[in-house]
C-alpha cells in the first residue's frame, strides 16, 4: 500500500525538514506539535528554528497546500515520530535516564487515529528496547489493532526503529544524501519503512532490526564522543608538558591509520553529550570507555574556567599596581560548535556564565552569529571583534568560527582552548 498521507510528530530540528523533505515530493504531510507558536508559524510558510534553507522548502511546501501543521494528530498512513528524548532529572554525579514521556504522548496521540495497514516508525533517538515499547504502548492503547509483538509480518500495524543522522546547519543535504538505517519489529515493516524514505532519501536504506538500529544510532555519537575525550585529555596532558597539542595532533595524524579528532572547551549540543548516557544508563557495569569519555568531556569547561583563573592571577602578579577590576576579559565565541547561531547545551556559554558570576572586571563577548546577547549574559558587552581586540587584556577563544580563524592575534594573555591564534 503506498503512502498518501503522512504525519510527522513533533516539528523540531529533525521533524520539521523531515516533513518539509515529504510534502516537497508532494506527499500530503501533516505536521503535528503540541507548541503552539510552531504550528502557527509552519502555517504562515515560516520556521521557528534556524537551519540553512530549510525556510524556503517549508514556505512553498504549505503555500503549495502539501504541509500543514496541527496540535492534535489527524489520521495518516504513516507517523514518524520525532520528539525530545531529554534526561529525566538526575542529582550531581548519577547516571542519566532517558525521560520517554514525549514519545509515550505522541503514541497515546496517534493512537486515537491508527487504522488498519498503517507505518508507525520511531525517529527520535532512543535507549535500546524502546521501539519495543512503543509498540506495546500502541497495543495497550488500540486492543481492537494486531501489532507486530504478537502478529509478526500478519500484524495490523507495522513498526520500525529509523533514526535522524543528520548534522545540524547542513539537514537539507543530509536529509536527502545520507544512508538510513531501518530496524524494522519484522520484515515487513522494514520493507515498508524502506518503501516510505525512499520518497526524498537518494543514500541507501540498509536493513536491520529494531535494537541494532537503536544502538547503532548510539554507537554513532558515542564513537564520536570517545574521540572528542581523546584529544581532550591530551590537550591536559600537554599542557602539563608544555608541548603544542595542535602541533602534535596534526603530527600524529600524518600516520596513515591515525585520525586524531580536535580538542575544544568541552561538548555540547542535544546530543553528543546526550546519547552515550543512554548506553551508560542501560549497561552501568560494561559501558566504561563511555562513561569516562562523557566525564572527560564535561569536566573540560571546569579546567578551561580554571585556565582563566590562573591567568588572572599571574598577570596580577606581574602587574602588582592593578586588581581584578582592572581585567578586561575578551570571549570569543558563545556557539555549541563553529558557524551557527545555536547556543543550546553550548561548553562555550557555560564558561562565560561562570566567568561572569566571579569576575569583578569587564567581560566582552564576541559571537558574530547573534544580535543579543542571552538573558543569562544580559548584563556583558556583545562587541565586534576589533574592538575586543584592541580593548581586551585577556583573550579567550572558546569557538573556531571562520571569522576567527581569518584573523590573527598577537598576545601574551591569551587561552585558546580552539588552537585557532597559538
Ligand atoms: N567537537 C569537538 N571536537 C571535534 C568535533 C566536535 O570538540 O573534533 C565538539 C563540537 O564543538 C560540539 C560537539 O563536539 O560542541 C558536537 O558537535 P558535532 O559537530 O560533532 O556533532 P552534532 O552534535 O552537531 O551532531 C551529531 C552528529 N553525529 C555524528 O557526527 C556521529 C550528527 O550526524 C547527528 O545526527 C547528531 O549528532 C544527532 O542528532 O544525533
Not at 196 to 210: E, H, P, S
Not at 263 to 286: L, M, N, Q, R, Y
Not at 402 to 420: R, S, V
Request: aromatic share 6%; proline share 6%.
Amino acid at each position: 500500500m503506498s503512502f498518501e498521507t503522512i504525519s510527522v510528530i513533533g516539528l523540531g530540528y529533525i521533524g520539521l525538514p523531515t516533513a518539509a523533505m515529504f510534502a516537497s515530493r508532494k506527499k500530503k504531510v501533516i505536521g503535528v506539535d503540541v507548541n503552539k507558536l510552531a504550528v502557527d508559524t509552519i502555517n504562515l510558510g515560516q520556521i521557528h528554528i534556524v537551519e540553512p534553507d530549510l525556510d524556503m522548502i517549508v514556505h512553498a511546501a504549505v503555500t503549495e497546500g502539501y504541509l500543514k501543521a496541527v496540535s492534535i494528530p489527524e489520521p495518516a498512513d504513516a507517523f514518524l515520530i520525532a520528539v525530545p528524548t531529554p534526561f529525566m532529572p538526575f542529582e550531581d554525579g548519577a547516571i542519566p535516564e532517558p525521560d520517554l514521556s514525549y514519545i509515550e504522548s505522541a503514541c497515546n496521540g496517534i493512537a486515537q487515529v491508527l487504522k488498519q495497514g498503517d507505518l508507525v516508525i520511531l525517529e527520535s533517538t532512543s535507549p535500546v528496547g524502546a521501539t519495543e515499547q512503543v509498540a506495546q504502548w500502541l497495543a495497550d492503547a488500540r486492543p481492537d489493532l494486531s501489532f507486530p509483538q504478537t502478529a509478526g509480518e500478519d500484524a495490523d500495524i507495522n513498526i520500525a526503529h529509523c533514526p535522524e543522522r543528520v548534522l545540524p546547519g547542513q539537514v537539507v543535504r543530509e536529509l536527502v544524501e545520507n544512508d538510513r538505517v531501518i530496524g524494522g519489529m519484522t520484515a515487513k515493516c522494514s520493507a515498508r519503512a524502506v518503501e516510505l524514505y525512499k520518497t526524498f532519501v537518494q543514500g541507501d536504506c540498509v536493513i536491520t532490526n529494531a535494537r541494532t538500529a537503536e544502538m547503532a544510532k548510539l554507537t554513532e555519537n558515542s564513537c564520536r564522543d570517545v574521540q572528542i575525550a581523546f584529544a581532550n585529555e591530551l590537550s591536559i596532558i600537554c599542557d602539563k608538558l608544555d608541548i603544542d597539542v595542535w602541533e602534535l595532533i596534526s603530527l600524529a595524524n600524518r600516520h596513515p591509520r591515525i585520525n586524531i579528532l580536535q580538542p575544544g572547551p568541552g561538548v555540547g549540543g542535544h546530543c553528543i553529550a546526550v546519547d552515550p548516557w543512554f548506553i551508560v544508563s542501560k549497561t552501568p557495569s560494561e559501558a566504561k570507555l563511555i562513561h569516562t569519555a562523557r566525564l572527560v568531556n564535561d569536566s573540560k569547561p571546569k579546567w578551561v574556567i580554571n585556565k582563566v583563573k590562573l591567568a588572572i592571577a599571574d598577570y596580577l602578579i606581574a602587574n602588582p599596581e592593578k586588581t581584578a577590576k582592572d581585567i578586561t576579559i575578551a570571549c570569543y565565541g558563545l556557539a555549541f560548535k563553529p558557524d551557527i547561531d545555536d547556543l543550546r547545551e553550548s561548553p562555550a556559554k557555560e564558561i562565560v556564565c561562570c566567568i561572569a558570576k566571579t569576575h569583578k572586571g569587564r567581560i566582552l563577548v564576541v559571537e558574530p552569529n547573534i544580535q543579543v546577547l542571552p538573558e543569562v549574559l544580559s548584563t556583558l558587552e556583545l562587541v565586534d571583534m576589533q574592538d575586543a581586540l584592541e580593548i581586551a587584556d585577556l583573550h579567550l577563544v572558546l569557538v573556531d568560527h571562520k571569522e576567527f580563524k581569518q584573523c590573527k592575534i598577537n598576545t601574551k594573555l591569551l587561552i585558546d582552548t580552539k588552537g585557532i591564534w597559538n
